[in-house]
């Protein structure tokens, strides 16, 4: 079992940065693919991004790619999503994830440890 709770959201400008941590206590962790999720109000969650078990892989949502940033210490049961040049558009409650597998995946289904989401607003 792993139980992932995030933190770090916040209110920011257009153009600046956060990042979003996840602390997944439980053992499985190190052996499960982790993954960010959205959901903006009164819209559907989509996938953001993802990372395999050791962390030499990963996918992105095409919305978020070359701005945000998924990693993962192992040591620590930690994952991390660096976000960059944030957008209106990035606004969200952000959710984290722990795979049923080890590689990465951008399937909703896939996911079967959810946290409670932090939330992430961008204002112009």
């Known amino acids: 079992q792993v139980q992932p709770v995030e933190s770090g959201g916040g209110a920011v400008q257009v153009g600046g940065s956060l990042r979003l941590n996840c602390a997944a206590s439980g053992g499985t962790f190190a052996r499960r693919a982790m993954g960010w999720f959205r959901q903006p109000t009164g819209k559907e969650r989509e996938f953001v991004a993802a990372?395999?078990?050791?962390?030499?892989?990963?996918n992105y949502a095409d919305s978020v790619k070359d701005r945000f940033t998924i990693s993962r210490d192992n040591a620590k049961d930690t994952v991390y999503l660096y976000m960059n040049s944030l957008k209106p558009e990035d606004t969200a409650v952000y959710y984290c994830?722990?795979?049923?597998?080890?590689?990465?995946?951008?399937?909703?289904?896939?996911?079967?440890?959810w946290g409670q989401g932090t939330q992430v607003t961008v204002s112009s």
């Open positions: 994830a722990a795979d049923r597998f080890p590689y990465q995946s951008g399937r909703y289904g896939n996911y079967e440890h």
């Open positions: 990372i395999s078990w050791s962390g030499d892989s990963s």
